[in-house]
């Protein structure tokens, strides 16, 4: 008789461990909530925060307003590459929208030609203000960015 070999239940593997310093007042917040019934310990605390935590970006993870967020974030921590990730996605969300957010898409726009600059992709960012205005056809701020670019282009191509 053959016994199928199963895999290891996920349930029976050993779970991985954190380790993170706190504050002292965050420690006492912890502790009162234990002492009031609402977890066992403070482990239960942790796991409960973190898989909140987890849901909560994963689900606002698709929502055009907190993916700029992530891209400036990740702009400012100078990760060019990472952020167009998240303009790129922010931007494909935007345009399936029924109502289009002109404000938020004109901030994803402009986040993505400042992006695009950094890593020298100054055709594409000209490229997507000329979309922008087709979509925006009276904004200032997108004639000023393709007037700048305009202006750059020349001494690009010398």
Known sequence: MRVPILPTPVSILPMPK???DIS???????DR?????????????????????????????????????????ALNDSKPEVALKFVDRALSLASGTAATDFSLYQALVELRVQILMIV???????????EAREMLPNNPSIAKWIEKLNKQRPRAEA
């Open 24 to 30: 002292n007042e965050l420690a006492r917040q912890i």
């Open 120 to 130: 020298g992709r100054d055709a594409e960012a000209l490229t997507l203000l000329e």
């Open 33 to 73: 909530i234990i002492r009031d019934g609402w977890f066992p310990d403070q482990e239960a605390v942790v796991r409960e925060a973190l898989s909140q935590f987890v849901d909560a970006k994963t689900f606002l993870g698709d929502s055009p307003r907190m993916l700029h967020r992530f891209a400036a974030d």
């Open 18 to 20: 954190i380790t993170a």
